[in-house]
Nanobody
Framework: QVELVESGGGLVQAGGSLRLSCLLS????????MGWHRQAPGKQRELVAS???????GYADSVKGRFTISRDNAKNTVYLQMNSLKPEDAAVYYC???????????WGQGTQVTVSS
């Protein structure tokens, strides 16, 4: 019933910007947050940004001040605005949804972000 579809990835120069989108469809019982994770080759998947249904946000230290997570409830879409991109930001970015009592049970297929130096 739940599907997450990411878009907006691509190739950018260091210092550039990208805006990722995640379209959410289906119903999620007990949804309490949306988030973005990323995983680079040879590295662990990490949570980079989260947004609770109540509006609170959280960011990994590595992206604070550069990334912003937001949502458009009318469009069932969550966004990740990424500014001042660095080569180390290159990764596959995954949209995810959190359900109360079930940590990040739903994931999209990911969108590739490549940052050239």
């Amino acid at each position: 019933q739940v599907e997450l579809v990411e878009s907006g990835g691509g190739l950018v120069q260091a210092g550039g910007s990208l805006r990722l989108s995640c379209l959410l469809s289906g119903s999620i019982f007990g949804l309490d947050a949306m988030g973005w994770h990323r995983q680079a080759p040879g590295k662990q998947r990490e949570l980079v940004a989260s947004l609770s249904v109540g509006g609170s946000t959280g960011y990994a230290d590595s992206v604070k001040g550069r990334f912003t997570i937001s949502r458009d409830n009318a469009k069932n879409t969550v966004y990740l605005q990424m500014n001042s991109l660095k080569p180390e930001d290159a990764a596959v970015y995954y949209c995810s949804v959190r359900s109360i009592g079930r940590s990040w049970p739903y994931w999209g297929q990911g969108t590739q972000v490549t940052v050239s130096s």
